[in-house]
T-cell receptor
Framework: GQQLNQSPQSMFIQEGEDVSMNCTSS?????WLWYKQDPGEGPVLLIA?????ELTSNGRLTAQFGITRKDSFLNISASIPSDVGIYFC?????????????FGKGTLLTVNP | DTGVSQDPRHKITKRGQNVTFRCDPI?????LYWYRQTLGQGPEFLTY????????KSRLLSDRFSAERPKGSFSTLEIQRTEQGDSAMYLC???????????FGPGTRLTVT
């Protein structure tokens, strides 16, 4: 089945630093979504990407849909303590009645103030 | 609050008991999804509805699991004869028709003792 590999698994950074994480797959996806999850809560949608090569920003977050359609990247600039959490990528192969998201295992981000 | 809501937030049950969870999607969202998340993993797709129709079910959804969305609004997920392996966070999400952006609720944490 489809699998998404996220890296790194975890990151420890200082407040103010920039962060990069990525997600790769052996399969092609038509849509990439990035979510953030706090402990005990559901994932919150951060950014959606629909087109290969697309670069989309949401405040300090920037995400890119890889040209090969098999990867995606998320950058966070000038990190702050509330950026702490688990970041998940999710891919979707759209078409027909397929609307199920395939998730990676997440990147745990810790920000030291 | 116009987000996805789930009830209960936490459920502790003994092995062999039946449990039922409820999800209220964002109003006007036609699609409703159920996912399961275990510790250290991303959410895994279980099933989804478009209005009242259940259009896809994962192999993860054994015959002990049943989901309904009788009036095309709220949905219930029932697990019969619970097993310890059913312990997980059960997440509900919803979306508009023809969009791929899924919005998640806070989840129901199930613990089977």
């Amino acid at each position: 089945g489809q699998q998404l590999n996220q890296s790194p698994q975890s990151m420890f950074i200082q407040e103010g630093e920039d962060v990069s994480m990525n997600c790769t797959s052996s399969s092609i996806f038509n849509t990439w979504l990035w979510y953030k999850q706090d402990p005990g809560e559901g994932p919150v949608l951060l950014i959606a990407l629909y087109k290969a090569g697309e670069l989309t920003s949401n405040g300090r977050l920037t995400a890119q849909f890889g040209i090969t359609r098999k990867d995606s990247f998320l950058n966070i600039s000038a990190s702050i303590p509330s950026d702490v959490g688990i970041y998940f990528c999710a891919g979707l192969v759209s078409g027909g009645s397929n609307y199920k998201l395939t998730f990676g295992k997440g990147t745990l981000l810790t920000v030291n103030p | 609050d116009t987000g996805v809501s789930q009830d209960p937030r936490h459920k502790i049950t003994k092995r062999g008991q039946n449990v039922t969870f409820r999800c209220d999607p964002i109003s006007e969202h036609n699609r409703l999804y159920w996912y399961r998340q275990t510790l250290g993993q991303g959410p895994e797709f279980l099933t989804y509805f478009q209005n009242e129709a259940q259009l896809e079910k994962s192999r993860l959804l054994s015959d002990r699991f049943s989901a309904e969305r009788p009036k095309g609004s709220f949905s219930t997920l029932e697990i019969q004869r619970t097993e310890q392996g059913d312990s997980a966070m059960y997440l509900c999400a919803s979306s508009f028709v023809d969009t791929y952006e899924q919005y998640f609720g806070p989840g129901t944490r199930l613990t089977v003792t």
